[in-house]
């Protein structure tokens, strides 16, 4: 069998500045790509998201999901808007479809800080931060996600909302997270995968939690612990270097990465990995953030990042080492923009938007 050396990428813009942070990520991957040769990446763009909804009716359309099916990797921007919502109150958010009819249940949020900015830590070990946060994205408390009620009515009306954790769902994403941290150990990290949960309280933890100790008894040279989801959100403040892998359930997960984009300084800096057995999405972690389109202001960073992870797994999951190089690549010039170039985004009190920051990794990748 011949290597496979073209690739199909979905693209999915999506709203808000997604529309802005785009276009330079894509030319970004071609230049990585013709950079190293011997392999071809190709795009095809659609529409979607919730300005899409207010034309059309339809958040994804099914020549889009059709599409993401059959190719071989999918980077999305961004997509929702909060002034433009399902006639029930959620937001738009095709993302969250993706992520459940693709099967996307390891969601990787690397929390990877870049030398020269200033950060909310004082601590030196702070700026330095390189740990990843998993995050169980098919299940969990998100599972009532459009299964919401509302039961009884006058004084007993009460919602409940159901947190769903199954064996299944519980197996693979903790294996998804020990053979990532035996992936790093060869790299030099410390070989550690945390379990965040509030087992002390609630009865679906407990069993998450038991389940977490059964797989990590299959994986004996990696060290396994655990962390109450409270107790994790200080550490994270007052010692986040102490990580190496942590896993979580999923809206634990979605705050958790929130505070890990903080310690990176922002949401523009942060990427993101949605992956299934099959399929992955990559997109950056923030939102449409319609409070600066238009603006120049948006920081492609996070966007950037995510096409690298997406090259990367592409480049492990069809053994095509010219793709991880050209992830390299992107990493490189991205980590040597913000260090030579001293590079402030605005979401850091600086002046620098997507031009100045596109055309410095630009000018750094055609340099390495
Ligand atoms: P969502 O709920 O869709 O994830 P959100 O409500 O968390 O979105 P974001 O759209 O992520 O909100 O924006 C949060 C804040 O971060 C806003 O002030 C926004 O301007 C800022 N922000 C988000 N992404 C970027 C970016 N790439 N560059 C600069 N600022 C950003």
């Not at 260090?339 to 009190?349: K, R, T």
């Not at 620098?352 to 596109?358: A, K, Q, V």
Request: charged share 20%; net charge negative; with cysteine.
């Amino acid at each position: 069998m011949s290597e496979k050396n073209t690739f199909e990428i979905t693209i999915l813009p999506g709203d808000g500045i997604g529309v802005e942070i785009t276009p330079p990520t894509l030319d970004l991957i071609t230049a990585a790509v013709q950079k190293v040769g011997g392999v071809e990446v190709t795009f095809k763009s659609f529409d979607a998201g919730a300005k899409y909804y207010q034309d059309t009716g339809i958040a994804l359309p099914e020549e889009a999901l059709n599409h993401a099916q059959e190719s071989d990797a999918i980077l999305l921007a961004c997509m929702g808007m909060p002034s433009i919502r399902y006639p029930d109150g959620r937001e738009i958010a095709p993302q969250l479809e993706l992520r459940e009819k693709l099967d996307l249940f390891a969601g990787v949020r690397p929390v990877k800080t870049m030398p020269g900015l200033p950060l909310p830590l004082e601590d030196p070990r702070g700026k330095a931060l390189d740990f990843i946060l998993i995050r169980e994205s098919t299940e969990g408390l998100f599972a009532s996600r459009e299964k919401f009620t509302i039961e009884s009515e006058g004084e007993n009306e009460f919602a409940t909302d159901t947190q769903v954790i199954s064996r299944r769902g519980c197996e693979r994403l903790f294996n998804f997270a020990f053979n990532m941290a035996h992936q790093r150990k060869s790299q030099g990290y410390k070989g550690r995968v945390t379990c965040v949960d509030k087992a002390n309280v609630l009865g679906s933890f407990y069993y998450m939690r038991q389940i977490f100790d059964q797989v990590a008894e299959e994986h004996t040279d990696i060290e396994a612990d655990h962390v109450y989801v409270d107790a994790a959100a200080l550490q994270l403040v007052r010692q986040p270097w102490a990580f190496d892998v942590m896993v979580t359930e999923n809206m634990f997960g979605d705050i958790l990465s929130d505070l890990g984009a903080g310690l990176m300084g922002g949401m523009g800096m942060a990427p993101s990995a949605d992956i299934g057995q099959k399929h992955a999405v990559f997109q950056p972690c923030h939102g449409s953030a319609p409070d600066i389109v238009g603006e120049g202001k948006a920081n492609p960073t996070a966007m950037f990042l995510s096409a690298a992870m997406m090259l990367n797994w592409l480049g492990l999951q069809h053994q095509n080492q010219k793709l991880v190089e050209a992830a390299a690549l992107i990493d490189k010039a991205v980590e040597a923009a913000y260090s030579d170039a001293q590079l402030l985004p605005f979401e850091l009190g600086g002046s620098d938007g997507t031009e100045e920051i596109t055309q410095q990794v630009f000018s750094r990748l055609q340099s390495l």
